[in-house]
T-cell receptor, first 112, second 114 residues
Framework: EAGVTQFPSHSVIEKGQTVTLRCDPI?????LYWYRRVMGKEIKFLLH????????ESGMPNNRFLAERTGGTYSTLKVQPAELEDSGVYFCASSQFREKLFFGSGTQLSVL | AQSVTQLDSHVSVSEGTPVLLRCNYS??????LFWYVQHPNKGLQLLLK??????LVKGINGFEAEFKKSETSFHLTKPSAHMSDAAEYFCVVSVPSGTYKYIFGTGTRLKVLA
């Protein structure tokens, strides 16, 4: 069974540019989560999808971040325009039962 | 509010010696607690979880953790460290809401010396 996959694994962009991160959850998992780890800090919740609907987006930092989940399958997280403080590792997780999350290996985003 | 505190950012042990990674939690509810591990360039992997059943929880790769309500602790242990245990470990508490979001500790990086 394929795990949670994230693309790209690394992204280096300049301040002001746009970046789109993608997450493919485990097939059949209705719940999809985005988390972020800024350098030296803890991993923090960004948002939660149930199928294609946003269940909770209380962790999204500001309106430069836009998450979508087309048809309840894969999800994208767009940052536009990117700022220096957006640098970090972005993790995606999916679950069938909410108590057990499966995480991807993350996207390392560097904004210069 | 729920929170977790990992008391050590770095721990070094010699191969074959015991491992102790410390975690204290704060929760208004009966908590669900987890330990996750991240090896370099890999995803976060669930080691074990506590969900109000037995207080001593056994996980994968010989790890276990004991839930101590009186001390609000959930320390991770392993009797004998292996080189492959070198990784970053995260203590996690879940928020019992509809979203079931996780609250992570800041992580403990375990180094295993030959």
């Amino acid at each position: 069974e394929a795990g949670v996959t994230q693309f790209p694994s690394h992204s280096v962009i300049e301040k002001g540019q746009t970046v789109t991160l993608r997450c493919d959850p485990i097939s059949g998992h209705d719940n999809l989560y985005w988390y972020r780890r800024v350098m030296g800090k803890e991993i923090k919740f960004l948002l939660h999808f149930v199928k294609e609907s946003k269940q909770d987006e209380s962790g999204m930092p500001n309106n430069r971040f836009l998450a979508e989940r087309t048809g309840g399958t894969y999800s994208t997280l767009k940052v536009q325009p990117a700022e220096l403080e957006d640098s970090g590792v972005y993790f995606c997780a999916s679950s069938q039962f909410r108590e057990k999350l499966f995480f991807g290996s993350g996207t390392q985003l560097s904004v210069l | 509010a729920q929170s977790v505190t990992q008391l050590d950012s770095h721990v070094s042990v010699s191969e074959g010696t015991p491992v102790l990674l410390r975690c204290n939690y704060s929760s208004s509810y009966s908590p669900s607690l987890f330990w996750y591990v991240q090896h370099p360039n890999k995803g976060l992997q669930l080691l074990l979880k506590y969900t109000s059943a037995a207080t001593l929880v056994k996980g994968i790769n010989g790890f276990e953790a004991e839930f101590k309500k009186s001390e609000t602790s959930f320390h991770l242990t392993k009797p004998s460290a292996h080189m492959s245990d070198a990784a970053e470990y995260f203590c996690v508490v879940s928020v019992p809401s509809g979203t079931y979001k996780y609250i992570f500790g800041t992580g403990t990086r375990l180094k295993v010396l030959a």
